[in-house]
């Protein structure tokens, strides 16, 4: 029997590629903008997709007649356009859940590298800056028994709220859409009352394309000066310019960031320049152990679907009624 066409369109470690190569005809594109020629020509008789972020759109759609499943490296989804997949009867699937507590370490790093200024403090002592006892110019701000607003209280949500709260002593406020069950004292809160009241604002929402950003001009003036805005969700919850806008005119303290509006960051964002902005590569679940076994579930997914199976972490399932 034929074994089914996949297209993995970004760079894989080899022990997952052979694992792959064992089950389907494997096309590895491991430079997606460089080879999308390649690639869109391999698409027109491709079963399956396997990658992270792969805007899957009508038009991608149109090339790929024979597409039955696109398994997503990641937890997000917010690269598939649900109405056009089903449509399309193409199924969609994500890795929760393995990726939870590496993200939310990840998110705990960016906190305490924006209060303690860990980035900045880093190229001072490399820069040969420390010739006497650091003073106030140096001082951070305290992040134990402080206050933590989480917009977005999912999975990573409130596997920060754990590590915040029994960590660190943080009292928690969160906002959802909906109210869920009350973890770890967390209080639910109107997004007014959580951005008036903390002194971070995680923001850990999934993106939504037919929403305005969640975070805007009116929100960042909501917050308080002495503030901090962590992002791990995505970039295009978060109005950039309004951001930095913010920053300059020091109506919050600082921002830690982890993604951005493009991704990579262009190199003449205006949030390079600015002292109180920490910035990551878009890092949150990129630990070795928990990429694999996002990876593992990736394929378990993929194969799933190409063997007539509900996958396991199927985000549409109206793809398949
Ligand atoms: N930086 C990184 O590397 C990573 C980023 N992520 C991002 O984190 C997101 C969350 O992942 P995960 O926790 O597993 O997902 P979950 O689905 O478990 O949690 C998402 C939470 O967000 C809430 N939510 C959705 N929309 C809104 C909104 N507009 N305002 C406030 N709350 C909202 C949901 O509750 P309700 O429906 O009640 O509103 C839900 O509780 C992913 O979608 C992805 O974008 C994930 C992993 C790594
Ligand atoms: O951004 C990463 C994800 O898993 O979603």
Avoid at 32 to 48: I, R
Avoid at 72 to 89: A, C, P, Q, R
Avoid at 105 to 125: C, G, N, T, W
Avoid at 172 to 199: M, P, T, V
Wanted: charged share 25%; glycine share 6%; net charge negative.
């Amino acid at each position: 029997m034929n074994k089914p066409k996949v297209i993995a369109y970004q760079e894989l470690p080899d022990v997952a590629v052979n694992q792959l190569k064992e089950h389907v005809n494997l096309i590895h594109i491991k430079n997606l903008e460089q080879d999308y020629k390649t690639f869109l020509n391999e698409l027109k008789d491709s079963q399956g997709l396997i990658g992270m972020g792969l805007p899957v759109s009508a038009d991608l759609l149109e090339q790929a007649p024979e597409l039955k499943i696109v398994s997503n490296i990641s937890v997000g989804y917010d690269n598939f356009d649900l109405e056009e997949m089903n449509k399309h009867s193409v199924m969609g699937t994500n890795t929760p859940d393995v990726l939870t507590d590496t993200t939310a370490d990840a998110m705990m790093a960016l906190v305490l590298a924006a209060a303690r200024r860990v980035p900045e403090l880093d190229r001072f002592v490399k820069d040969k800056k420390w010739t006497e006892m650091v003073g106030m110019e140096e001082y951070g701000i305290d992040v134990h028994h402080k206050k933590l607003g989480i917009i977005g209280m999912g999975r990573i949500g409130a596997a920060v709220a754990k590590r915040a709260h029994f960590g660190f002593d943080m009292e928690i406020l969160y906002h959802n859409r909906s109210k869920k069950e009350n973890e770890f004292g967390a209080q639910y809160c109107s997004l007014d009352d959580l951005l008036a009241e903390s002194d971070y604002v995680l923001l850990m929402a999934p993106a939504n394309k037919n929403t305005p950003p969640i975070m805007g001009e009116k929100q960042f003036s909501q917050m308080k000066e002495s503030a901090i805005f962590i992002n791990g969700s995505r970039g295009e919850n978060v109005d950039e310019k309004a951001l930095i806008k913010s920053l300059k005119a020091d109506q919050i303290y600082a921002a830690a960031l982890d993604v951005f509006e493009k991704e990579p960051i262009q190199t003449d964002n205006e949030l390079l320049q600015l002292k109180n902005v920490v910035t990551v590569p878009h890092i949150g679940s990129a630990t070795f152990e928990t990429r694999m076994k996002m990876f593992d579930l990736a394929m378990k997914n993929l194969l799933q679907g190409l063997n007539h199976q509900e996958p396991v972490n199927l985000v549409n399932k109206e793809a398949i009624m």
